[in-house]
């Protein structure tokens, strides 16, 4: 049984290094590469904003503040000071975990809407700041950022790499990074999950109390778990810094982060594989309505309802759920 | 000999009510010590107390010789207290044996590190919690739940899945808060013998209860409480005789 449950866990993680390899045989331009990459970049953000909101039942309504803070962090590290690019991401990240630990401590005492609220500020606070440090930021022009190196060797999406022998683009080494960038985000997600620290942290969702008289320090586990997804924010915020090359005070913005939650929500919240195809949907959707622009944030609103209402238990859940009643109804007419 | 838990003069007021008022009493290990009363007087919220979810007005509880004060739930699980409730608290977004497993908590080892690389002294660790609430879950009765989810469970096999969560803590003394409600004349039957193999083991069992049958036939001790305040403590066969006891239940 129990490896049975194994291997099915690391079945999902195959299926989607499957698809990430196959795909670029349907991608025809460096458009298609740059929304995939983004796309990439995203989903790892959900699967660790995911953790806190699927799994520890905890909401954030000021994810993209983390994400904001990563990506300018980067951005001002290597762009202002020449820092080199990986040692910016991690100085950047320890700094968002110690944010998110501090702001967390209190914030997370709190219950369902002032949850939500706590962390709404949280966000807004840091797009304050980050619109209004001019001479850090560039305030809300944004600014440019240096394209990520390792150890002197650039990857810039404009640039010419070789791989194995194999010539291919900027994009595509993009591309590339970020999928295995995503695929190591995942694996650490459902590892977490799998362990006894996740178990800690779904009891917190399922009945705090319950776990707290076998011993859980819910206190502990939830500002654990809050960190750990402000890291993940923080890291990919960092690496679409570099990837875009440009950053504005929107990548720390309240839209963002409702986008972040939409994506969770229209997913499946609690189900790592449904996140990432809730971030996938939610990327195209634009790309599809591009016409309706102005109306981005009230299609967003209206996923969300009627997402709440229809299919509470998310996207992949849902229609797994379907797939596997059909297939057991056949299953079950032939026998 | 020291108790194993111990109240003295346990007060508890909600705004003017006094739900439970100058409590004193001690339980020693290994008994089975039963707190009855009619509804209302108080059990649940005796419970609460003692198992840090409440913080009383007044008064302290002491286990192994140490005080209690300012001790948080999982704190006091560390010390071995662990219990069931009335309205039971199952985590019904996992497996049944997740749920047991969860009381496995503070005997596992693993650290972030360990857990995010899924490294092979993480998944000894797993292997021996799964095997050991398999077992647990078989001992309170409901082995065949193993691989189901926990919102498959009915309702009596919830109950004992609860208990076995509490047994995975390996608890020095455990709180049952009315683990007979709602179960029929048979599984309550069974319930009266799960609770004698755990006292038979050792562990200390402090119980809430209406079922007077199955009060009476396994409890050492018994603590009567009416209106939050103590009526009367002593054996079974001094609580059936006491005048008081018989006037506040029969009516007399």
């Known amino acids: ?28 331009n460096p458009f298609h590469y740059e929304l995939v990459t983004q796309m990439a970049i995203i989903a790892a953000t959900v699967v660790g904003l995911n953790l806190l909101v699927g799994f520890a039942g905890q909401i954030s309504l000021g994810h993209a503040g983390f ?47 002032y949850l939500s609220m706590a962390t709404l500020a949280v966000g807004f606070i840091i797009a304050i700041i980050l619109n209004n440090e001019r001479a850090l930021t560039g305030g809300p022009d944004g600014m440019p950022v240096p394209a990520f190196e390792v150890f002197g060797w650039e990857l810039s999406a404009f640039g010419r790499y070789s791989l194995f022998g194999l010539e291919i683009e900027g994009f595509q080494a993009w591309y590339i990074f970020a999928s295995v960038v995503l695929l190591v985000a995942v694996w ?35 500002s654990l778990v809050f960190v750990i997804s402000a890291i993940y924010a923080s890291l990919m915020g960092g690496l679409y810094a570099h990837f875009q090359g440009f950053i504005t005070p929107a990548v720390a913005s309240f839209e963002f982060s409702i986008l972040f939650i939409t994506m969770v929500v229209l997913g499946g919240m609690g189900s790592t594989f449904g996140v990432i195809l809730g971030a996938v949907v939610l990327k195209l959707l634009p790309q599809v309505l591009a016409d309706f622009q102005e109306l981005e944030t009230v299609m967003f609103g209206l996923i969300l309802m009627l997402t709440m209402i229809f299919m509470p238990k998310g996207l992949l859940p849902t229609l797994t759920a379907i797939v596997s009643k059909r297939m057991r109804k056949k299953a079950g007419g032939e026998a | 000999m020291t108790a194993l838990v111990e109240v003295k003069g346990l007060d508890k007021a909600f705004g003017g009510v006094h739900a439970v008022e100058g409590v004193s009493f001690a339980v020693e290990a290994g008994q089975v010590y039963s707190v009855i009363g009619p509804n209302g007087a108080g059990k649940t919220t005796l419970f609460n107390l003692i198992t840090g979810l409440y913080i009383p007005t007044k008064g302290e509880i002491l286990l192994n010789g140490e005080s209690t004060a300012r001790l948080e739930p999982n704190q006091l699980a560390e010390r071995g207290m662990c219990r069931t409730f009335q309205q039971m608290q199952i985590c019904m977004n996992m497996t049944a044996i997740e749920n047991v ?106 119980l809430v209860e209406h079922d007077m049958k199955l009060v009476m036939g396994i409890s050492d001790r018994l603590l009567v409480l009416n209106y939050g305040r103590v009526l009367a403590e002593g054996t079974p066969e001094e609580i059936r005789q006491n005048p008081d006891v018989i006037a506040a239940y029969l009516g007399g």
């Not at chain 2, 007979?180 to 599984?187: F, R």
Request: glycine letters at 10%; proline letters at 4%.
């Open chain 1, 188 to 222: 650490f997600a459902l590892n977490l999950i799998e362990s006894p620290i996740g178990r800690a942290l779904r009891s917190v969702h399922g009945s705090e109390v319950a776990a707290s008289v076998v011993g859980v320090n819910t206190a502990k586990y939830k």
């Open chain 1, 67 to 113: 994400f904001g803070l990563g990506a300018y962090f980067s951005g001002i590290a290597t762009g202002t000071y020449g820092w080199p690019s990986v040692p910016a991401l991690l100085v950047g990240a320890i700094l968002v975990a110690l944010i998110a630990w501090i702001v967390g401590r209190p914030i997370l005492r709190l219950k369902g809407h």
């Open chain 2, 101 to 206: 497993m969860l009381g496995r908590h503070l005997q596992l080892k693993s650290n972030l590190f360990t857990t995010l690389f899924r490294l092979p002294a993480l998944r000894r660790d797993e292997e021996s919690a799964y095997k050991r609430a398999a077992e647990l879950m078989e001992y309170v009765g409901c082995g065949e739940y193993v691989g189901a989810e926990a919102s498959a469970m009915s309702y009596g096999a919830l109950k004992r899945l609860e208990i076995a969560r509490a047994l995975a803590a390996d608890p020095k003394v455990i709180l049952l808060d009315e683990p007979a409600a709602g179960l029929n004349a048979t599984e309550t039957a069974a319930l009266e013998d799960l609770i004698r193999k755990i006292a038979d083991q050792g562990v200390t069992v402090m």
């Open chain 1, 1 to 28: 049984m129990l490896n049975r449950f194994m291997q099915s866990r690391l079945r999902g993680l195959m299926i989607l290094a499957l698809i990430l390899i196959i795909l670029p045989a349907f991608l025809g």
